[in-house]
C-alpha cells in the first residue's frame, strides 16, 4: 500500500520509495514482477512524475529494482541480499515467517482525492 502523508517531514519520493521497498520485502511484490510505469504510478499518485522517477532511481541504486530499456522496472530476484533486508525490515535475526504470510494482491495507493487499486485483485 502506498500511502503519501502531505504532512511528513519526509519528502514525497522517500515515501513512495519506502512504501515500495515495504511491499517488495514482505513479499506483496514478488521478484521480476514488473512495476507500474514513473507516468501511470504519478498519475494515479497525483505527484509530479520526478518524484517517482526519483523514488526509482533510488531503489534501483540499492538493487531492489532493476531497468530495461523499452520495457521498465521490475523488482529484483531474491538472493541472500534480499533475506538479508527482510530481516532488517522485520527487526528479526531471522526471517522465518517474516514472508510466510501473504497479502492480497492489491496495491492500494491512498490520496487526497480517493483511493486506486493498482495490480491484480
Known amino acids: 500500500m502506498i500511502v503519501l502523508d502531505y504532512r511528513d517531514s519526509r519528502p514525497l519520493y522517500q515515501q513512495v520509495k519506502d512504501s515500495l521497498r515495504r511491499m517488495m520485502l514482505t513479499g506483496l511484490l514478488e521478484p521480476d514482477e514488473k512495476l507500474p510505469s514513473v507516468r501511470s504510478l504519478a ?11 526519483r523514488a526509482y ?3 534501483e541504486a540499492e538493487g531492489y529494482i532493476y531497468s530495461v530499456a523499452g520495457k521498465g522496472s521490475f523488482v529484483s530476484t531474491g538472493d ?4 538479508r533486508r527482510v530481516a532488517e525490515l522485520t527487526g528479526r535475526g531471522s526471517v522465518g515467517g517474516a514472508v510466510s504470510d501473504r497479502f492480497d494482491r492489491i496495491l492500494l495507493v491512498e490520496n487526497p ?3 486506486i487499486h493498482l495490480g491484480n485483485p
Open 57 to 59: 532511481a533510488e531503489l
Open 80 to 83: 541472500g541480499e534480499h533475506l
Open 113 to 115: 482525492y480517493g483511493s
Open 43 to 53: 498519475t494515479q499518485l497525483a505527484i509530479n512524475p520526478n518524484t517517482i522517477q
